[in-house]
């Protein structure tokens, strides 16, 4: 049974508070020092966060998309790189056992990973495949009961710190989508597997992203993920639905920054008066509002397609370009309404501003975004 409507609007002003309380304070700490402190993570493992959409019989709190839009909508008013170790975890790092995993790998790790024991990642990026996912080098060769992996995957968001990561191989070249990719779920301690360079990156301090490498990695076959073969569509689903979480988590910073930059106009004062009270910064605000307001129904709508059992790929699409260019321009108006303020770095604006960039890159370019919405659209018009 997942979450009623109003058990997820307590947990939304739950959540509300908890980031606005004892994240936000914090905030400044977690960029100077790139590291999250241990006390925020216990927070999130005693709130249940790890578990948002791990249901309740492994248990997590088993919110369905709408309910987990909701509470990544609140988590995404504070610093995005806490936010991004929580929502890789609970989104493209489990999604894949969730919904594919056999009964088997489910009971074994879904009920660690909901308490916050076992971190979780998701490998499919290579330095050969990115936009173009399919042309994977990282192998799985059968050898008795056994899986044996080698390759090198990167970009990996919690690759340093992950326990268990969905890894897509080759299992069949001559197939290669359609049904030679296929989806494993590995521990960090399985023979083979190491952590390689740690990335520097523009933003999104405190969450940690690596290169991943497999050298003869034995990975048992109860391991595999949906079935063999079917990897390519098992990543396309994942995908799917952290694209509606990466979009939640878009609106959420924006909105953010609108309550940001409208009490700073109310309150700094030039040539006498408010700057509120010129047009000029009235509709950069209107602007921001009404867009960030598209967006978040954008979101909701392809949410409840996929609680309909809809698998919204168009829509999920739509909502994770839209969003995530939503909360960059809302980022630099921000930027511009707080003057030299805002790009000093001691203010949170400037921080804003660099994380809002991963957002129209990971989990899908935007360029890509706009391929599949193209796709369906040309698709549905057939003649
Ligand atoms: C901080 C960070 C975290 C990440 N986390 C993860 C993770 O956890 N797991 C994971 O698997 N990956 C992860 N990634 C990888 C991310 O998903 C890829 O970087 C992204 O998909 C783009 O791939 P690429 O970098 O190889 O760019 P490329 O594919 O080389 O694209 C370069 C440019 O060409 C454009 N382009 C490519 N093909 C087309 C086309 N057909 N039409 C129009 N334009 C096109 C792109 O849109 C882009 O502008 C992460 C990346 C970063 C930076």
Redesign the pocket.
């Known amino acids: 049974m997942s979450a009623t409507a109003s058990e997820v609007s307590q947990m939304k002003t739950m959540i509300r508070n908890f980031v606005e309380n004892e994240v936000d304070p914090y905030a400044q700490q977690i960029e100077d020092e790139n590291h999250i402190p241990q006390h925020l993570v216990d927070k999130a493992k005693e709130l249940g966060l790890f578990g948002l959409s791990i249901p309740e019989e492994y248990g997590g709190i088993g919110l369905n998309a709408t309910g987990k839009a909701i509470v990544l909508e609140q988590l995404g008013r504070t610093h995005n790189g806490y936010v991004s170790l929580i929502s ?1 975890h609970t989104g ?1 790092g489990s999604t894949g056992l969730v919904r594919l995993g056999s009964e088997q790998i489910k009971q074994k790790y879904l009920p660690d990973m909901a308490a916050g024991n076992l971190i979780g ?5 290579e330095p050969g ?5 399919t042309n994977l080098s990282t192998k799985a060769e059968k050898k008795g009961n056994k899986w044996i992996l080698n390759g090198l ?7 340093p710190i992950a326990d268990v990561i969905t890894v897509f191989a080759i299992t069949d070249k001559e197939k290669g989508a359609k049904g030679g990719i296929t989806a494993f779920l590995v521990e960090k301690d399985f023979p083979g597997f190491s952590v390689g360079a740690e ?1 520097k ?1 523009m933003g ?1 301090r405190g ?1 940690h ?1 690596s290169q991943i490498i497999f050298e003869d990695c034995e990975v048992p076959e109860e391991n595999v993920i949906g079935q063999v073969g079917m990897g390519y569509v098992s990543a396309l689903t994942i995908l799917g639905e952290g694209r509606v979480g990466l979009a939640a988590r878009a609106v959420g910073s924006s909105e953010k920054l609108i309550e940001m930059s409208a009490r700073y106009a109310n309150e700094r004062v030039q040539f006498g008066k408010p700057i509120a009270v010129n047009q000029g910064i009235q509709w950069m605000l209107a602007d921001m509002a009404t867009e960030t307001e598209a967006a978040k129904q954008l979101t909701m709508k392809a949410a409840s397609l996929i609680d309909e059992g809809k698998k919204a790929i168009k829509e999920a699409s739509m909502a994770k370009m839209f969003a995530s260019e939503v909360f960059n321009k809302v980022a630099d108006k921000a930027v511009q309404i707080h003057g030299g303020m805002g790009y000093i770095a001691e203010y949170p604006i400037e921080r804003f501003y660099r994380d809002a960039r ?1 957002t129209k ?8 975004q ?2 599949i919405v193209a796709k369906h659209i040309l698709n549905e018009n057939k003649i």
Do not use: M, Q
Not at 129 to 133: H, M, R, T
Not at 153 to 159: L, R
Not at 361 to 368: K, R
């Open positions: 890789a493209i990642a998701f490998a499919l990026s495949a990115g936009s173009d996912a995957k990167h970009y990996i968001t919690n690759g990335d990156k999104l969450s992203s991963i890159i990971y989990e899908g370019t935007n360029e890509i706009r391929v």
